[in-house]
């Protein structure tokens, strides 16, 4: 199964990344490309451990819907949300939350694997694995300029 790490280090304080790390209205703000929106679920606000989110999306030219529920949470230093349904076979995402002297260290491992045996593993490998190191990365750049900035004060009131 494909594995991303990815590590970030934002200038702000922990509580207020873990909180816009959790954050819906961040999420659809930092994903214009993909035009998302929650749907069902937990649509506007925090998400908290338990809940669920539906998200509908245009990936890949197609639009999709992706239903994720966060696993496991220990505030304000890790979070994890698993797909319920959607177009993966398996889809996890862990967020780890470090307080650093200036900043905070936030760090993504995302699991993911396709459906359709043989193929699915090459398109993970080949196309998919990039895909959304992409997308994951630009969310990431956005979150960081919230947080680094006056602009987390307009999602998290």
Same mark, same amino acid.
């Given at each position: 199964?494909?594995?991303?790490?990815?590590?970030?280090?934002?200038?702000?304080?922990?509580?207020?990344?873990?909180?816009?790390?959790?954050?819906?209205?961040?999420?659809?703000?930092?994903?214009?490309?993909? +035009?998302?929106?929650?749907?069902?679920?937990?649509?506007?606000? $925090?998400? +908290?451990?338990?809940?669920?989110?539906?998200?509908?999306?245009?990936?890949? *030219?197609?639009?999709? %819907?992706?239903?994720?529920?966060?696993?496991?949470?220990?505030?304000?230093?890790?979070?994890?949300?698993?797909?319920?349904?959607?177009?993966?076979?398996?889809?996890?995402?862990?967020?780890?939350?470090? %307080?650093?002297?200036?900043?905070?260290?936030?760090?993504?491992? $995302?699991?993911?694997?396709?459906?359709?045996?043989?193929?699915?593993?090459?398109?993970?490998? *080949?196309? $998919?694995? +990039?895909?959304?190191?992409?997308?994951?990365?630009?969310?990431?750049?956005?979150?960081?300029?919230?947080?680094?900035?006056?602009?987390?004060?307009?999602?998290?009131?």
């Amino acid at each position: 199964m494909p594995r991303i790490h990815l590590t970030t280090f934002i200038k702000a304080p922990i509580q207020r990344v873990f909180d816009l790390g959790r954050s819906i209205d961040l999420h659809t703000v930092s994903t214009p490309g993909t +035009n998302e929106q929650a749907i069902e679920g937990v649509t506007t606000g $925090l998400i +908290n451990i338990h809940e669920t989110v539906t998200f509908r999306a245009r990936h890949l *030219f197609k639009v999709r %819907q992706h239903t994720s529920k966060i696993t496991a949470m220990e505030a304000p230093f890790y979070f994890a949300d698993e797909m319920m349904k959607g177009d993966f076979k398996r889809f996890y995402h862990e967020h780890y939350f470090k %307080q650093a002297d200036n900043g905070t260290i936030m760090i993504d491992i $995302l699991g993911f694997e396709s459906p359709y045996g043989f193929a699915g593993k090459l398109a993970d490998k *080949f196309y $998919l694995k +990039n895909y959304l190191e992409h997308f994951l990365l630009k969310r990431n750049s956005i979150l960081k300029e919230y947080a680094e900035t006056d602009k987390w004060e307009s999602i998290l009131k």
